[in-house]
């Protein structure tokens, strides 16, 4: 950070950015609150569509911000929402084995006889650890969605 022309500008590898802001740690708030803006602004559904935008903020990084929480609420909402896969083609025996496997993974669940902390399975039912799985009456909810598709 130095201070140039405008009280300062902040350089972070080839993006610089400038604020007259009282000192430093304030010029650094100031130009992460314009970065934040500009992520959530070019989020929104109207924005320009540019090569290289900007992933939504975290909630983290946003709460420090409430005044863009309240600006770009709708913004942050539907980044809240967990992004959907298109499901691939399969055949209808394909299509009703994954559905009985659905079931039956659902009622052993139910039963307590599959957790999702049981070793390979809870590999399996939670990526890895990555996602805390699903419980089995979502998993029964998640067979009676595909089956009204």
């Not at 946003?62 to 942050?76: H, N, T």
């Not at 499901?87 to 139910?110: C, N, W, Y």
Request: net charge negative; aromatic share 4%; hydrophobic share 40%.
């Amino acid at each position: 950070m130095t201070n140039h022309g405008r009280k300062w500008r902040v350089s972070l590898g080839e993006d610089h950015s400038f604020s007259d802001a009282a000192d430093p740690q304030a010029a650094l708030r100031d130009v992460h609150h314009a970065a934040v803006n500009n992520a959530l602004y070019l989020n929104q559904a109207d924005a320009p569509d540019i090569p290289n935008k900007p992933s939504i903020p975290s909630p983290q990084i946003v709460c420090a911000y409430p005044d863009l929480e309240e600006l770009y609420a709708d913004v942050l909402k539907a980044g809240m929402r967990e992004p959907s896969i298109p499901l691939p083609q399969v055949s209808k025996v394909e299509f009703d084995a994954l559905i009985a496997s659905l079931r039956l993974l659902s009622a052993g669940m139910s039963g307590g006889l599959v957790r999702a902390d049981d070793g390979d399975i809870g590999a399996i039912l939670t990526d890895s650890g990555t996602h805390g799985g699903l419980s089995a009456d979502e998993v029964d909810s998640l067979c009676e969605r595909i089956l009204f598709m």
